[in-house]
């Protein structure tokens, strides 16, 4: 089942949210994460990416570092055996578990084309891109300035494309492909409130995949349980390939 290997992904991950957030490497595949900006766990958390020998100083190190940042901790628990000490030492100091994260890589199955939404790929101009993301995952408002910067940062990366879906004229959703390690992760797929179950979301994952076959990668995404839209990548050519446990605690930083 996991052609796709666990830290091939995680790396993919990690230099896509990089454009995101500050990220810190503390050895033994240790890495932690944080933005002030953008105060959610997917910014603001650590991942342990191997066996690490000394389980309490890993976590000690992160803390330290979610300190420095004035951010609230959250670590990201891949489910494996590897790493069952890390989730016990965590739910031991509190820390439960509040969200889900899968991983899930296309199968050989791709998506049908939708004809009617048209795929452009963003070269300079990020405003339609910042707009789109902006409507589609916080609908009126939301941190325009930081969306922004991060748009600006992530387009002059050779292996970042920024996608927009359009119909006619009109812009109805958006995506950031991330090409590394033989991997092409899908990140931030949206669709405007008002065009959904229009097929702009599998007009945008056909693209993608096209691009994966052609480029000779494997496409990847991640989406959160609690979304309820796993079924939908399910449906589209998706299988899961693992999942991570998002542990975080209601304390204030110690």
Known sequence: MNSVGI?????????????????????????????ASFP???????TVLGEVSDVDMAIQKALGRFRDAGVRPSFFVIDDPRFVPLRIKLESAGYTTVDTMEVLAAEARHPIDNESIEIVRVVSDVHDWVSAYLRSFYGDGGPEEEVEGVAKRAVRDKDVSLVLAKRGKEVVGGMALLRRGGL?????????????????ASGMLSYASNQAKEQGMTLVLQTFAEDHVEGFYLKNGFRKVYGKSVLSTGAELR
């Open 7 to 35: 830290e091939e992904q995680e790396l993919n991950e990690v230099s896509w949210w990089s454009h995101w957030g500050d990220v810190s490497w503390l050895g033994e595949g240790v890495y932690v994460i944080t933005s």
């Open 40 to 46: 959610e766990p997917l910014f603001n958390h650590a």
């Open 184 to 200: 092409l992760g899908a990140y931030c797929v949206g669709t405007l409130p008002e065009h959904r179950r229009l097929g702009v």
